[in-house]
């Protein structure tokens, strides 16, 4: 059974970087076909794609949020980063990171984790 734990500070002051760690386990985040990918919620809207981490560590982002989003392995301890930067209090969210199967993607995550509240305020 692959689990997934998110963690990092729940606030964050505006125009500083958000950081949030992924820790997988019962799963390795090298293992072929599967998307690493961090979704986040803000209060009262839908689920938004943030971006991926490969198996192999090639990454890919939602246009939006590129210029201030970055997302890294480190397979030494089998967990994934995200790192957003210049926060604003738009930014505020639940944020969650999941799996994805390259074969059936189209059907969304197999495996998420419980999610982490981030607030951005001053």
């Known amino acids: 059974q692959v689990q997934l734990q998110e963690s990092g500070p729940g606030l964050v002051k505006p125009s500083q970087t958000l950081s949030l760690t992924c820790a997988v386990s019962?799963?390795?985040?090298?293992?072929?076909?599967?998307?690493w990918i961090w979704i986040r919620q803000p209060p009262g809207k839908g689920l938004e794609w943030m971006g991926a981490?490969?198996?192999?560590?090639?990454?890919s982002y939602v246009p939006s949020l590129k210029s201030r989003t970055s997302i890294s392995r480190d397979t030494s301890k089998n967990q994934f980063t995200l790192q957003l930067s210049s926060v604003t209090p738009e930014d505020t969210a639940v944020y969650y990171c999941?799996?994805?199967?390259?074969?059936?993607?189209?059907?969304?995550?197999?495996?998420w984790g419980q999610g982490t509240q981030v607030t951005v305020s001053s």
């Open positions: 999941a799996r994805v199967s390259i074969p059936t993607m189209a059907w969304g995550p197999d495996y």
């Open positions: 019962g799963g390795s985040i090298t293992t072929n076909y599967y998307y």
């Open positions: 981490i490969t198996y192999s560590g090639s990454t």
